[in-house]
């Protein structure tokens, strides 16, 4: 799907926990989550800090959608 | 480490008033595998039924498929860690009733889970069409917890096949193979010449009914380890129930594992056969990282020259299969890939969701997503209702009459990823 | 009785070389040029009835109307098998064979065939669609190429199993179908290994495929003023499924109005998504599509707006052509929508 969006012209960042998948079927713009049955969240923190790290994760997205790539870029950071 | 498998071979099971073999007939004691399986209060009901090769007979929701085993001589007892004490098994002599199996079914737990059809087109993808299935149908207490349910279920199927299997303690068995693997040392100074191989067992991990577990410890917590390939023929390996039901290894798979078999059949002739490193399929990529450096570590430590690699489920496990593919390979160690594919209804589409160039020598199980077409059954045991919802199936798969149009992937064991059926794919 | 019509360029239909290429297409009764010994290998179970002329040039500078056109001319002879060319190593008239034949089959549902040299440019384009016989790369081949037409045409027409690539001669399509073998597959994978090992000549049973690449987009140039858009393959739908999205294997995706939801709840979302423990995503769904964190930040101007509908598949087992398809159809309302960039999350 992320390759379609892309093609038609909308640019798309894919949060997903396993990178090489992403990788393999072209995603440009890639955010690494927590965990497969949880990719924006972690049950083992509290709620509060459960949230900060949901939120620092779609920052990274936004981060990623305003960068200029010019391949494949995973941004870890 | 050397195990004496004696098989019985079971041609008919009937109910009885002992529970016993006698020529032939498996004899079961309805009453007594009732007291033996009960006793846990999440579960309202059991029922007890049984299903023969050629029967009119549909089984679904199917959870785990078991074939009854029983130590008969060395350390430990069948299914250590979950049934018996966690000695040490995969020594001494085991007796296993062939032809039989426990197979669980019952209220679906999650979304998913099989289907057994006993004859009919669907009876051609299934091992279980072939065996006498005593089916013990489970009924939950009301709103009980999906990870509990299943562990109930779980519980109920190898107690049965653990209380079955006694009834082949004393008996003669028809037939003895006997398994050896040497320690490191000795395998090579008794097969200087012969490459070295390993099979990298890989066990699907991903929670809820698609869980594994060694020895009692589920194998998502476990670093990818050595384990003796007679161990697993005594239950060291046992499933966490069948998910996608035509690719998750039910248990009874585990205990007949046929690359273990085949790689048996060839050692000491055209390769030593050194041994088997299980491994996990996580859901962390962190996980998968470790794990895949874990046995490509292994695989080096062994001095390999090859591996078979097997996995277990589709989707992000393709992506396990793949890492430990590359890291394997790029140790200079030759790979053999076992898996299936998912190409779409149609088979036109890409069949795994990861790929790598290193993974030039795959076996396939089949496409899961091809449709399949099942008839009404006189007799059904379990519900057919979740038929629209189990994998594989969706909206109208069950039609009025009970006919089922689904994909293959609802067959329990229908594509299964260490090689058990005959059933490929080709590009066309 | 068979009834066939048989399409051949300009030069075969007699017309002439490059200098006639740009002749518009033609129908004439009964069997032209190539068509003689198409007719003999056919036998007496089909009949050509008709046989369209058209000037490479001409059709692939104007396809559609060049397509429509014939397909009005053919199925004026009610046919009830089409077969193009050969075409051989001819690059355009390749084109036209695999163009005229998609269209023939797709309009009216009546099998079609062609012939092809492996390297012609038509054999990339429509080899997923239609059967394409391999040929020689000269009209030389001619001999070869007819009967191993007329063969496959037969079975195509008559509806019988068709058998692999190597034994029908036609181009791999690259659809997978289930066959069983002699072995087990355990008994395989322990053969190959061993062919492996020593180095002796072994087929894989699944050739990696090769992946195509899209070119990123520019990126979003301001934050502040952006829709963003949701979308997900982890199967996030509001509570109790209601356009009942399959747990594995999804045939279609859902759309849903987020308009007034500021988090998701248990009671109100949960995922239909199989393939994955789903404790988590019940119990709080923004786990998966964090609704809750892109509310926020709307509210504090970090982005413009988070768009209206979110769109929701499962990714569990789903083709590859089906997610595709999906995201065909919703990438052009997002754009209609004016959605600057997409979130896209996976589980």
Redesign the interface.
């Known amino acids: 799907m992320v390759k379609e969006i892309e093609r038609a012209g909308i640019p798309v960042v894919h949060v997903c926990t396993v990178v090489p998948i992403s990788l393999t079927v072209g995603a440009n713009r890639i955010v690494p989550a927590i965990a497969i049955p949880h990719p924006l969240g972690n049950p083992a923190l509290s709620k509060e800090d459960e949230k900060e790290l949901r939120r620092s994760i779609v920052l990274r997205a936004l981060k990623a959608l305003e960068t200029e790539v010019d391949g494949q870029t995973v941004f870890e950071k | 480490m050397r195990l004496e498998l004696g098989n019985i071979f079971i041609k008919d099971v009937q109910f009885g008033d002992v529970t016993k073999v006698e020529k032939g007939t498996l004899y079961v004691n309805k009453t007594e595998l009732l007291e033996a399986v009960s006793g846990d209060p999440r579960l309202t009901k059991i029922e007890i039924d049984i299903a023969k090769p050629g029967e009119e007979t549909r089984i679904m929701p199917v959870k785990d498929v078991i074939e009854p085993r029983v130590k008969v001589e060395g350390p430990g007892g069948i299914f250590p860690g979950m049934i018996s004490k966690v000695d040490v098994v995969g020594s001494g002599k085991t007796n296993a009733l062939k032809g039989v199996a426990v197979v669980t079914a019952g209220k679906i737990v999650g979304f998913q889970e099989g289907i057994i059809d006993m004859s009919g087109p669907g009876a051609k993808y299934t091992p279980f069409s072939k065996t006498q299935n005593i089916v013990i149908v489970c009924t939950p207490v009301e709103n009980l917890q999906q990870h509990e349910h299943e562990q109930a279920v779980r519980m109920v199927g190898l107690k049965a096949a653990a209380y079955i299997g006694e009834a082949g303690k004393n008996i003669t068995p028809d037939e003895v193979k006997v398994y050896e693997t040497p320690t490191l040392m000795k395998g090579m100074e008794q097969y200087p010449n012969l490459p070295r191989v390993a099979y990298v067992y890989m066990l699907q991990t991903q929670g809820l009914l698609h869980d594994t577990y060694v020895y009692g410890v589920d194998a998502k917590k476990i670093v990818p380890t050595l384990i003796y390939p007679t161990e697993v023929m005594d239950g060291a390996i046992v499933s966490g129930n069948c998910v996608s039901a035509c690719d998750k290894n039910p248990t009874y798979n585990h205990l007949n594992n046929p690359i273990i078999e085949d790689l048996y059949e060839r050692h000491g002739k055209d390769f030593n056969f050194v041994g088997v490193i299980i491994t996990n399929e996580n859901v962390t990529l962190a996980d998968k990282e470790r794990s895949s450096n874990w046995t490509a570590k292994l695989a080096e430590y062994l001095n390999l020259d090859a591996v078979i690699i097997s996995e277990e489920g589709f989707g992000n496990p393709d992506t396990d299969l793949m890492m430990n593919c590359k890291k394997i390979s790029a140790k200079g160690i030759k790979t053999v890939l076992v898996t299936d594919e998912y190409a779409g209804r149609d088979g036109a589409s890409q069949s795994l969701a990861d790929a790598d160039k290193s993974a030039d020598a795959v076996v396939t199980a089949g496409n899961a997503n091809e449709i399949i077409s099942l008839p009404p059954m006189k007799k059904v045991i379990g519900y057919l209702e979740p038929a629209d919802i189990i994998a594989g199936g969706f909206s109208g798969s069950l039609k009025e009459d009970g006919s089922i149009v689904a994909e293959l992937q609802v067959i329990t064991g229908s594509t299964s990823e260490i090689g058990f059926n005959t059933l490929s794919a080709a590009e066309y | 009785m068979i009834r066939v019509v048989h399409y051949i360029n300009q030069f075969y239909g007699g017309i002439g070389g490059e200098e006639k290429a740009d002749v518009k297409p033609e129908i004439r009764e009964g069997v032209v040029g190539p068509g003689m010994a198409l007719k003999a290998a056919l036998g007496a179970e089909a009949e050509i009835v008709a046989t369209v002329i058209c000037g490479d040039s001409y059709f692939n500078e104007n396809i559609e109307e060049a397509s429509a056109a014939i397909l009005e001319m053919v199925k004026r002879y009610n046919p009830d098998l089409f077969i193009a060319g050969p075409a051989f190593n001819a690059g355009r008239y390749g084109v036209a064979c695999g163009s005229v034949c998609k269209a023939v089959k797709d309009n009216l549902n009546i099998p079609v065939i062609t012939g092809m040299f492996i390297g012609n440019p038509g054999v990339d384009m429509f080899k ?1 669609d239609i059967y394409i016989i391999e040929t020689a790369n000269a009209a030389t081949g001619m001999r070869q190429a007819i009967p191993a037409i007329a063969k496959l045409a037969l079975k195509l027409a008559k509806n019988e199993d ?1 058998g ?2 190597k034994e029908e001669g036609y181009i ?19 053969d ?3 062919a ?2 020593k180095g002796e000549k ?1 087929e ?6 090769d ?10 140039a301001d ?1 502040k003023k ?1 829709k ?1 858009a949701f ?1 997900t ?2 199967g996030i739908v509001p509570k109790g499924n209601p356009d ?1 999205i ?4 999804a ?1 279609k995706y859902g759309k849903y109005d987020l308009t007034g939801v500021n988090d998701l709840t248990a009671e109100t979302y949960e995922t239909a998504h ?8 019940n ?2 769904a ?5 609704v ?3 509310r ?2 709307e509210k504090e101007g ?2 413009g707006e988070l768009h209206r509908y979110y769109y929701s ?1 499962v ?3 789903t ?6 398809k ?3 159809t919703f ?2 309302e ?2 209609k929508d004016g ?9």
Do not use: C, H, W
């Open positions: 997923k068709i692999m690539p791999p399509r690259g659809v997978r179908k289930n066959i069983f073998k002699s072995e087990r597959g355990s008994k395989r994978a322990v190959m290994l061993v492996k090992l072994f894989t049973e699944y050739p990696m495929p992946f195509d690449r899209v070119a990123p987009n520019p990126p979003v934050m952006a963003i979308v393959s982890g009942r399959e747990s594995s294997s045939s199989g393939g994955y423990d789903p404790t988590y995503a119990i709080d923004d786990r998966v599509l964090p809750d964190v892109m926020d930040l970090v982005i598949t990714g569990n087992g083709s590859v052509a089906n997610a595709k999906f995201a065909e990438a052009q997002l754009i959605v600057q960039a997409v979130i896209l999350t996976s589980t």
